[in-house]
């Protein structure tokens, strides 16, 4: 007996997934990305919290490859925080021109070319992996410190279990993670702005002696080095400690989820990000060198500094705990960055056909579900193949970044030089651009000369893998595409003719109801399949379309609203050809980001008027099916068949031959 009621087991677990992950977004109400929107202090939060937590292992990386000669350390916070901020303007820039995100993807591809693009949307997403994977191991790293160590054989489940909390909550939504969160990453700034406050005013009559050290140092190392040998050293300290500057590139990436104005909202929080990176990473150079830090072993160098400024204070210990516990806190906060960001990237990728399309989707609750899951995924495969080991992720790390950093800031000195005659302030934007792709090729290099042997290869295979598969979806959606131009070629000026039909539709006469996307030769193939394989049965054609909102089209009302009118556009035409061939035609379409839920209730809707209707869609079918195709091409068709007759209503597919 057919039913329109589903099984009450299916609305049981439908009411637990809606607990869970959240209800659905109205994708129609008019205030959908106010709402959904962040002020700049909460994107400074959700993606300003990568960067900030870098200051957990950057400086300090940077300061221990200073070995016995920490007199450089004055300078290397110095040049830290010159390098936040002339990689931070760049970064504003790129906000400016590209206002709707994309970060250094969208500025390779658009500014050097889709190879470079690949390359930086590649490292990117592989960054981003690793930037789940290390945040969270070294937030259950930080956690576990405090436990006894018969308990630390449950680190990589607790690692994974953390990684699968944060696919969830970001599922349910980008804004609702990041207010869950917002408390974690203000224990951080107050408790650390405190112990950096206290390690400057605290020891100001250490001032002088600092300056006579460096002073010192540098006369002793010009005698027994040199010159070269000071700026080698310099150069190798400050290139290692190159993970201070992860995660700058976020607000750029991330500009979809700005508040409007987008671009004034994204420079604000890139100010905040830049500010106050540069301020924590370049005071902790000054603290360790005023207090002189030596490495204690089973202790970060920040822990070591923690003890030292709060071991007289009331409660000192304690606060000293608060201020680690929250270090490691917050690196799960900035995990939270790599799924912000990096299914962005997949998105804005698979737009472009370098991914699966489906990775362009957005779900019920307007997230790239797909983008996430599979973020989330890799991260977990990563942190059980590294058995949650910070220390051989540090070393994967930091390289992919300065790929994409370094071909942003060629593509952006290749735009102001063109510009040159057009912008009178092309010079100076040039020179800043000039000198951040000086410093990311410098760190870049460095960096990868110096982690290439301990497993820095692994990183940049990876990344080579990723790039050489991207190469292979374009190479078959490019056949793809080929075919359906072909098909374009031939049928978009098919010849109708006839007197046109202008007769309304009557309800109880046979209809079919077509599925359509736009107008192109693909719906005409199946709408040409129709009445030649059932030819005088059908009085009535309906056009049936769904506006799906997907990462590229989400982007603001305007957007929508054309995608909106372009479907349209579409189905009118659609109705016109079907009349000139004699049928009564009409279309219905809604706008929404799951094409087989908004197909479905509109043919439910429609056979309620038209009680004796079929349901008609074309699929892309291949001589040789392989492996990959599934993966590629969705079976939305078959999914729309499975639900309709569910329902009771007959649904056909029609195949549409593809070469590939």
């Given at each position: 007996?057919?039913?329109?009621?589903?099984?009450?087991?299916?609305?049981?677990?439908?009411?637990?997934?809606?607990?869970?992950?959240?209800?659905?977004?109205?994708?129609?109400?008019?205030?959908?990305?106010?709402?959904?929107?962040?002020?700049?202090?909460?994107?400074?939060?959700?993606?300003?919290?990568?960067?900030?937590?870098?200051?957990?292992?950057?400086?300090?990386?940077?300061?221990?490859?200073l070995g016995q000669h920490t007199y450089l350390?004055?300078?290397?916070?110095?040049?830290?925080?010159?390098?936040?901020?002339?990689?931070?303007?760049?970064?504003?820039?790129?906000?400016?021109?590209?206002?709707?995100?994309?970060?250094?993807?969208?500025?390779?591809?658009?500014?050097?070319?889709?190879?470079?693009?690949?390359?930086?949307?590649?490292?990117?997403?592989?960054?981003?992996?690793?930037?789940?994977?290390?945040?969270?191991?070294?937030?259950?790293?930080?956690?576990?410190?405090?436990?006894?160590?018969?308990?630390?054989?449950?680190?990589?489940?607790?690692?994974?279990?953390?990684?699968?909390?944060?696919?969830?909550?970001?599922?349910?939504?980008?804004?609702?993670?990041?207010?869950?969160?917002?408390?974690?990453?203000?224990?951080?700034?107050?408790?650390?702005?405190?112990?950096?406050?206290?390690?400057?005013?605290?020891?100001?009559?250490?001032?002088?002696?600092?300056?006579?050290?460096?002073?010192?140092?540098?006369?002793?190392?010009?005698?027994?080095?040199?010159?070269?040998?000071?700026?080698?050293?310099?150069?190798?300290?400050?290139s290692l400690g190159g993970g201070t500057y992860?995660?700058?590139?976020?607000?750029?990436?991330?500009?979809?989820?700005?508040?409007?104005?987008?671009?004034?909202?994204?420079?604000?929080?890139?100010?905040?990000?830049?500010?106050?990176?540069?301020?924590?990473?370049?005071?902790?150079?000054?603290?360790?060198?005023?207090?002189?830090?030596?490495?204690?072993?089973?202790?970060?160098?920040?822990?070591?500094?923690?003890?030292?400024?709060?071991?007289?204070?009331?409660?000192?210990?304690?606060?000293?705990?608060?201020?680690?516990?929250?270090?490691?806190?917050?690196?799960?906060?900035?995990?939270?960055?790599?799924?912000?960001?990096?299914?962005?990237?997949?998105?804005?990728?698979?737009?472009?056909?370098?991914?699966?399309?489906?990775?362009?989707?957005?779900?019920?609750?307007?997230?790239?579900?797909?983008?996430?899951?599979?973020?989330?995924?890799?991260?977990?495969?990563?942190?059980?193949?590294?058995?949650?080991?910070?220390?051989?992720?540090?070393?994967?790390?930091?390289?992919?970044?300065?790929?994409?950093?370094?071909?942003?800031?060629?593509?952006?000195?290749?735009?102001?030089?063109?510009?040159?005659?057009?912008?009178?302030?092309?010079?100076?934007?040039?020179?800043?651009?000039?000198?951040?792709?000086?410093?990311?090729?410098?760190?870049?290099?460095?960096?990868?000369?110096?982690?290439?042997?301990?497993?820095?290869?692994?990183?940049?295979?990876?990344?080579?893998?990723?790039?050489?598969?991207?190469?292979?979806?374009?190479?078959?959606?490019?056949?793809?595409?080929?075919?359906?131009?072909?098909?374009?070629?031939?049928?978009?000026?098919?010849?109708?003719?006839?007197?046109?039909?202008?007769?309304?539709?009557?309800?109880?006469?046979?209809?079919?109801?077509?599925?359509?996307?736009?107008?192109?030769?693909?719906?005409?193939?199946?709408?040409?399949?129709?009445?030649?394989?059932?030819?005088?049965?059908?009085?009535?054609?309906?056009?049936?379309?769904?506006?799906?909102?997907?990462?590229?089209?989400?982007?603001?009302?305007?957007?929508?609203?054309?995608?909106?009118?372009?479907?349209?556009?579409?189905?009118?035409?659609?109705?016109?050809?079907?009349?000139?061939?004699?049928?009564?035609?009409?279309?219905?379409?809604?706008?929404?980001?799951?094409?087989?839920?908004?197909?479905?209730?509109?043919?439910?809707?429609?056979?309620?008027?038209?009680?004796?209707?079929?349901?008609?869609?074309?699929?892309?079918?291949?001589?040789?099916?392989?492996?990959?195709?599934?993966?590629?091409?969705?079976?939305?068709?078959?999914?729309?068949?499975?639900?309709?007759?569910?329902?009771?209503?007959?649904?056909?597919?029609?195949?549409?031959?593809?070469?590939?």
């Amino acid at each position: 007996m057919a039913s329109d009621e589903m099984p009450a087991e299916k609305n049981m677990a439908g009411k637990i997934v809606r607990a869970v992950l959240g209800a659905p977004k109205q994708i129609n109400d008019p205030n959908i990305f106010h709402k959904m929107s962040l002020i700049p202090v909460l994107a400074w939060i959700g993606l300003g919290a990568d960067g900030l937590s870098s200051s957990s292992y950057g400086p300090e990386e940077a300061y221990l490859a200073l070995g016995q000669h920490t007199y450089l350390a004055i300078m290397l916070g110095i040049a830290t925080a010159v390098t936040v901020f002339i990689i931070s303007y760049a970064y504003s820039r790129i906000i400016e021109h590209f206002p709707y995100g994309g970060g250094g993807y969208i500025v390779s591809t658009h500014m050097l070319g889709e190879k470079a693009g690949v390359v930086s949307g590649s490292a990117l997403l592989v960054d981003y992996v690793l930037t789940i994977t290390l945040s969270i191991a070294a937030c259950v790293d930080a956690i576990f410190s405090y436990l006894p160590l018969s308990f630390h054989y449950v680190k990589v489940p607790v690692a994974c279990l953390l990684c699968f909390v944060l696919i969830v909550l970001n599922i349910r939504g980008v804004k609702e993670s990041i207010m869950i969160m917002a408390p974690i990453f203000l224990v951080f700034v107050v408790t650390h702005l405190l112990m950096l406050l206290d390690g400057i005013f605290t020891h100001t009559s250490e001032f002088a002696p600092l300056v006579h050290n460096l002073h010192a140092g540098i006369h002793q190392d010009l005698a027994s080095m040199g010159i070269m040998g000071i700026l080698l050293l310099f150069l190798r300290a400050y290139s290692l400690g190159g993970g201070t500057y992860t995660g700058i590139e976020a607000v750029s990436n991330g500009l979809q989820i700005m508040r409007e104005p987008r671009v004034q909202t994204g420079k604000r929080t890139m100010i905040y990000m830049a500010g106050s990176l540069a301020f924590t990473a370049g005071t902790l150079f000054l603290c360790y060198a005023l207090l002189n830090v030596k490495p204690v072993e089973g202790k970060t160098l920040n822990a070591v500094i923690a003890d030292n400024l709060f071991a007289h204070w009331s409660a000192g210990k304690l606060i000293a705990f608060v201020t680690i516990f929250s270090e490691g806190a917050l690196l799960l906060v900035a995990a939270q960055t790599g799924f912000v960001d990096g299914p962005r990237v997949m998105a804005n990728m698979a737009v472009d056909s370098w991914f699966p399309h489906r990775f362009a989707a957005l779900s019920e609750r307007l997230t790239m579900r797909n983008g996430i899951v599979m973020m989330g995924g890799a991260a977990i495969l990563l942190l059980i193949y590294t058995h949650g080991s910070v220390a051989a992720l540090v070393v994967m790390y930091s390289i992919n970044v300065f790929i994409t950093f370094s071909l942003s800031e060629l593509g952006m000195s290749r735009f102001y030089i063109k510009r040159r005659r057009e912008d009178p302030t092309w010079f100076k934007h040039l020179s800043v651009h000039l000198t951040g792709l000086t410093l990311c090729v410098t760190i870049l290099v460095i960096t990868t000369m110096e982690k290439f042997i301990e497993g820095g290869w692994i990183t940049l295979l990876i990344t080579s893998g990723v790039i050489g598969v991207c190469y292979l979806i374009r190479k078959h959606y490019q056949a793809v595409r080929q075919g359906i131009a072909d098909l374009d070629k031939t049928l978009l000026s098919f010849p109708a003719s006839g007197p046109v039909n202008t007769a309304p539709l009557k309800k109880t006469d046979l209809t079919a109801i077509q599925l359509v996307s736009g107008y192109s030769g693909f719906g005409i193939h199946t709408l040409l399949s129709i009445l030649t394989t059932f030819p005088g049965i059908y009085k009535n054609i309906i056009f049936v379309s769904v506006a799906v909102v997907d990462s590229g089209s989400f982007k603001g009302v305007e957007e929508v609203q054309k995608l909106e009118e372009s479907i349209k556009s579409g189905l009118e035409k659609y109705v016109e050809l079907a009349r000139k061939l004699g049928i009564a035609a009409d279309y219905y379409m809604e706008v929404g980001t799951d094409v087989v839920d908004n197909s479905v209730h509109l043919c439910k809707n429609i056979v309620a008027d038209y009680p004796r209707s079929t349901v008609f869609t074309g699929q892309i079918t291949f001589r040789l099916e392989k492996f990959y195709h599934r993966m590629l091409h969705n079976e939305t068709a078959f999914a729309i068949q499975r639900r309709l007759q569910w329902n009771n209503i007959t649904t056909v597919i029609l195949p549409i031959r593809m070469r590939s």
